[in-house]
């Protein structure tokens, strides 16, 4: 498997979860081959913060991991990162090109929208964001580009039964994120092979806080699962100990692995001739060992599950199953398949690391997110 040794890097998603994180290792990258490189930043502006400040936020003590106390980011910073004001909702309109020094780029593309829901909004949203905006994105960049590697999701795949492979073969979707993250795989295979370009597709499943690097359990926005804790913990404040009876298949299960676990397999695959490469846990975790260990944390104790959404709902089952139910019930309700992943590719490419255990670190991971009462580091 060889090495392109190209390290020039265009990186969308820098201010999210993972994105974060392949940012880090990309700096590290830079560092590694002698300050070599240029790492381009398509950012989103928000109201009240321009895109150079949602990238500085990056840097706080909080948020960075210690091994970048070796590195001379602020060098990298300043002389090797590009930023761009980009929305991936307009990338048809927006052109980077301009920002491109000489030579030849790899896209990471990590940026979408992870909306699970179902309904028109999420259908509309999750097209345009991740599908049409991928898409648009690559031919406006392909002139500059040597390799494309799309940020997918197992979640499309974890429904499968049998043991699940790198081969995406799956066509049962629980939700508009799974579908269209499927849809654009398919598509930019035929993108990249008419534009000669090479392409690597990664698919993370569920990611939690940092296992590997210090400071462990960082995690810069609470999401999927942690959202399931995030609701609780609101919800007690204002409906007490209210019970609830929550969607859930006594056989279903979460597949988790740690953001920078995730992130140095994504770097690392880049330098190899890997096409398609899952980034999971061998296992899932049982949701009989998850939710009730975020209900005990976020201190909820009047609950019980059920295999069909309740009628007669009271107060508090209204709300959940207004937010979080939408976003999460099809995961709750979809049996183990019993086989897991083959991770023989992974484990290969991270074999000095290792797969981290995060059943063993559950507990501390839904701590941090209690500790903090579920508030994002970024914005």
């Known amino acids: 498997m060889k090495n392109t040794g190209n390290t020039n890097f265009i990186l969308t998603g820098a201010t999210g979860i993972l994105g974060s994180h392949i940012l880090y290792e990309l700096m590290l990258t830079i560092h590694n081959s002698g300050y070599c490189g240029e790492i381009v930043l398509p950012i989103r502006a928000k109201k009240e913060m321009t895109s150079r400040m949602r990238f500085e936020e990056l840097f706080t003590e909080d948020m960075t991991p210690d091994y970048l106390k070796e590195v001379d980011t602020d060098r990298i910073c300043r002389e090797h990162i590009t930023?761009?004001?980009?929305?991936?909702?307009?990338?048809?309109?927006?052109?980077?090109?301009?920002?491109?020094?000489?030579?030849?780029?790899?896209?990471?593309?990590?940026?979408?929208?992870?909306?699970?829901?179902?309904?028109?909004?999420?259908?509309?949203?999750?097209?345009h964001n991740n599908y049409l905006g991928t898409l648009n994105l690559i031919h406006s960049l392909h002139s500059r580009l040597e390799k494309v590697s799309y940020v997918s999701s197992a979640f499309s795949l974890s429904s499968r039964d049998g043991q699940i492979t790198n081969e995406r073969e799956n066509e049962d979707y629980r939700n508009h994120y799974e579908k269209f993250k499927v849809q654009t795989e398919q598509e930019i295979v035929q993108i990249c092979e008419a534009y000669g370009l090479a392409l690597q597709i990664t698919r993370p499943s569920i990611i939690c806080g940092r296992l590997v690097d210090y400071p462990h359990h960082?995690?810069?926005?609470?999401?999927?699962?942690?959202?399931?804790?995030?609701?609780?913990?609101?919800?007690?404040?204002?409906?007490?100990?209210?019970?609830?009876?929550?969607?859930?298949?006594?056989?279903?299960?979460?597949?988790?692995?740690?953001?920078?676990?995730?992130?140095?397999?994504?770097?690392?695959?880049?330098?190899?001739?890997?096409?398609?490469?899952?980034?999971?846990?061998r296992k899932n975790l049982p949701n009989t060992f998850t939710i009730p260990t975020m209900l005990r944390l976020v201190g909820w104790q009047n609950y019980e599950f059920r295999e069909q959404v309740p009628a007669d709902m009271n107060a508090v089952e209204k709300l959940y199953y207004k937010t979080v139910g939408p976003q999460l019930n099809n995961y709750l309700a979809t049996p183990d398949n019993g086989d897991g992943f083959n991770t023989d590719t992974l484990n290969w490419l991270m074999e000095d690391i290792g797969e981290p255990n995060v059943e063993a670190h559950f507990q501390s991971l839904c701590t941090y997110a209690v500790e903090r009462q579920f508030t994002n580091l970024l914005a």
Request: charged letters at 20%; proline letters at 3%.
């Open 83 to 127: 930023i761009v004001d980009f929305d991936l909702r307009y990338s048809k309109d927006v052109d980077i090109l301009p920002s491109l020094k000489s030579g030849k780029y790899t896209l990471i593309h990590c940026a979408a929208s992870v909306n699970l829901g179902t309904n028109a909004y999420a259908f509309e949203e999750i097209r």
């Open 218 to 281: 960082v995690i810069p926005k609470f999401l999927v699962f942690y959202l399931f804790g995030a609701f609780f913990y609101r919800a007690k404040q204002h409906y007490g100990n209210q019970h609830i009876r929550i969607l859930m298949n006594a056989t279903s299960g979460l597949n988790i692995v740690p953001v920078d676990y995730a992130a140095k397999a994504i770097v690392r695959a880049l330098a190899t001739d890997i096409k398609e490469l899952n980034i999971v846990s």
